[in-house]
């Protein structure tokens, strides 16, 4: 069974993006190189990134961190798991600013956990990322985008094109130099032409995007 190892080479996917696409390499080129993400080489827990996952959803990183520290504070532990979430009730969750179907799906969390429905680091090594997704899914308040970002920039996946994400369309809208963007649809499409470095690609596609916001920004003149 194959394994698949966090992280992938940086320059052999610049270079392969660049001669595969020469729309998106001109803006790899213009923007320059993007660096291999640091948290490829960090330890990583899944069960609790995805528990810290629910509770940034739909928040203010400020706003979460201070509850997720009220959370970490009530539980003993700096580590979401189902063990340490039984030390909890929902209504101490609730004060500490947890919304009531954040505590559902923290729960449902930690049954599927202690089930053994959740894949760990090393069986996910041998997952491909379709079964990765299909595994995780399932969670209450899990979807697809974030188990998608848990690849790209956690599992360091290679190949993951996250055609839902409005950033990643945006950015395909300002490389093609389209109307509208395009739908997820079309964008699995245009994307073949990226593989094996998908992930790479989007990574470009979302500064690609932020350029053209800035672009379209009007700058304050100065007053003599």
Request: charged share 30%; net charge positive.
């Amino acid at each position: 069974m194959p394994r698949h190892t966090r992280g992938f080479d940086t320059e052999a996917a610049f270079e392969h993006l660049s001669r595969r696409d020469r729309k998106l390499g001109a803006w790899m080129k213009r923007l320059g190189p993007i660096e291999a993400d640091p948290r490829w080489r960090k330890r990583f827990d899944p069960v609790d990134a995805l528990a810290r996952a629910i509770l940034y959803q739909q928040l203010s990183g400020k706003a979460a961190a201070t509850i997720v520290g009220r959370v970490e504070t009530a539980i003993g532990s700096e580590r979401f798991h189902c063990d340490t979430l039984a030390r909890i009730d929902d209504a101490a969750l609730r004060a500490c600013g947890v919304s009531g179907n954040k505590t559902l799906a923290l729960r449902d969390l930690a049954l599927r956990e202690s089930q053994g429905e959740i894949p760990d680091l090393r069986r996910m090594s041998t997952m491909a990322e379709d079964e990765i997704v299909a595994a995780l899914v399932p969670i209450r308040g899990i979807g697809r985008w974030t188990v998608e970002m848990m690849l790209m920039f956690r599992l360091g996946r290679a190949d993951v094109l996250p055609v839902d994400d409005l950033g990643i369309r945006k950015g395909a809208q300002t490389v093609d130099k389209l109307d509208e963007m395009p739908t997820p649809k079309e964008l699995v499409a245009r994307g073949e032409r990226w593989g094996p470095y998908r992930t790479y690609a989007s990574m470009y596609l979302w500064r690609i995007a932020d350029a053209a916001v800035k672009a379209k920004t009007p700058t304050k003149r100065s007053q003599d």
